[in-house]
């Protein structure tokens, strides 16, 4: 028996590891390669595709979850459960009862999403963070910072948006800035999470800080800064001697910014600086009102597909954690909070109260700060990462018990 809950937890570990690399590193090779022609998109999105057959691959171990948690962590997990229930079977039956234009439409991206959150959460409850991990990670950091700062030097342009790079035949299969930012800002929290010297960790935090604000991903940017210096803080004891090798680092980084600001300032990731002036987040402000409008009148329950019967598509939804209240109602809005408040502050709690904790714990202490950020001021229930705290707060408990 034991050997078989072995070669089990071993099977999922490799998997959950192996598409760890696949979807995020992965993924933007893939749609770089595309988008540039070096490649057709035999893959489509490459996102949905992937998540979809690792959950294939997982199924019939999926039955076998309960077993793997323990005591402490099944009211959590309860909740997990109830919420998903909830949201399919409320939005299945408006799918149902409600013909009007727009309601298929919004049915169906709450399905993909709900399926791409639940591959990530299995992911991040089974996956092995190990050192041929972190060296993959690690190479995929250094390499794509060296290449966006040949393509900086090179173009002068201080964004890359590989989509605007491919042809018509192949432009909708290539991502937005936002699938490279989820790509970036996991790959980078690994590694900071599995480093454990400060020099390193500051190189490779500068470098990821690089990466996000070339992509031109505000949110992730301001989340990796947040959530790299809050990890820096708690993961390392630092003396005095270390607390000015730090603040000499800081300054130069200032130096350096100051003097490169005009050439910094044209692009996207600059914009967090100057959101008055964002024709991007005057455009969310507008969304915010209608959705807030939606949840005035349907206070209880929601207003189902409001996002598109009234905003007209499906990225018309309000950019924060206030879009499950108004797509879903006040009991999916509480729970979800619930879900994504509670593994923070515990881990925050464990990190101030024990001491050195295990990668995968910090990880999903990093994570979970960038999750907690992002849902309160530009992201919604369509983002998919939440799930990948869900389950790294679940494992990292069960590893706790254990």
Known sequence: ??????????????????????????????????????????FGGFFGLFSVIYLILVLPMLL??????????????????????????FSTTNYLLD??????????QIIETMTLTLAIFFIG???????????????????????????????GQVMFYAK??????ATEYVSTYQGYARSAIITSLIVLSMTNRLARYLFIYMLSIFILFILGARSEFVGLVLSGTLLLLLRFKINIIQFLKLLSFCVLGLIVLYFSYDSF????????????????????????QIGL?????????????????????????????????????LISFILYVLLCFIPFFHCILIALKDKQQT?????????????????LFSKSFFWVLPGFVWGLYLSINRSRVK
Request: charged fraction near 15%; proline fraction near 2%; glycine fraction near 8%.
């Open 293 to 329: 409008n939606q949840i005035i009148q349907h206070p209880i329950l929601g207003y189902f597909g409001g996002h598109i019967l009234e905003g007209g598509s499906r990225g018309s939804y309000i950019h924060n954690v206030l879009s499950v209240w108004a797509g879903f109602g």
């Open 265 to 288: 300032s044209g692009g996207r990731g600059a914009q967090v600086f100057d959101l008055a002036n964002d024709t991007s987040w005057e455009a969310r402000k507008s969304l915010e």
């Open 359 to 375: 990668d995968k714990f910090y990880f999903c202490l990093s994570l979970s700060s960038v999750v907690v950020l992002l849902i």
């Open 64 to 89: 076998r979850l309960p077993v793997f948690l323990d005591n402490k962590s099944l009211g959590y997990f309860i909740i997990l459960i109830f919420l998903y229930v909830y949201i399919f079977l």
């Open 1 to 42: 028996m034991n050997i078989k809950k072995k070669l089990i937890d071993d099977y999922l570990a490799y998997i959950s590891s192996f598409t760890i690399i696949l979807l995020f590193p992965g993924f933007a090779l893939y749609n770089t390669l595309v988008a540039y022609g070096f490649i057709t998109p035999i």
């Open 125 to 155: 409850f089974f996956v092995d963070l190990n050192q041929k991990i972190y060296k993959i990670l690690l190479y995929t950091i250094l390499v794509s910072a060296a290449l966006l700062l040949f393509y900086f030097l090179k173009t």
């Open 164 to 169: 605007s790079f491919a042809d018509d035949n």
């Open 99 to 108: 013909s009007r234009a727009g309601i298929e439409d919004a049915y169906f």
